[in-house]
């Protein structure tokens, strides 16, 4: 039994509204999850369980014919084991929240961007927001690129950054302009 059959029921014609909401949950987690493998081996009782008792209470989910719904009132046993199972979907995410918190564990943490990367990224974001009407106009993006030049600079020197990595920004400030010139002259 896969999570694909699952996926394929008709959501709407599952009754009762326990029996959908356990089938939402388990595809909720699952398209949450990352590791889609590690959750099909986790919460394969579970699948197998949720989907016995939509074949029982609701087979005209399962069948891709549209056919009339047919309402049927649970019993109580339908209930208790609707309870149990409830229960072990909520140890099932446990499960799965203890998984994906190892797998981040053992993954090696980004490094905080840099300074001079945040206010380069920031000046080229400026450069982006030349309105379209004068995209194509080569003499705004001359003076818009000496601005925001003169400002790179006068921020790099203010922050007392070294003179490597102001270079680094204008290279990256004066390649951004060259592309829009490139395209301003097709």
Known sequence: ????????LKLSAV?????QTAVKELLAD???TSDKKAFEE???????KVFSMVERL????????????????PSKTVKKELYK???????????????????????PK??????????????????NLIPAKLKDDVAVQKEAEKVLLRAHRGIMNAYKMNFVTTEKGVDAIKEKFDKMEEKAKK
């Open 110 to 127: 980004k490094p905080k961007p840099m300074r001079h990367t945040k206010i380069k990224g920031h000046f080229i974001s400026i450069a």
């Open 30 to 32: 699952y398209e949450e």
């Open 42 to 48: 986790i919460a394969k009782e579970n699948i197998e």
């Open 85 to 107: 199972m409830t229960t072990d979907i909520k140890l099932c995410r446990a499960k799965i929240r203890k998984f994906n918190e190892e797998k981040r564990k053992n993954e």
């Open 58 to 73: 609701a087979p005209e989910a399962i069948v891709k014919e549209p056919k009339p719904a047919k309402k049927k009132a």
């Open 1 to 8: 039994m896969t999570i694909e059959k699952l996926q394929k």
């Open 15 to 19: 009754q009762p509204d326990a029996l």
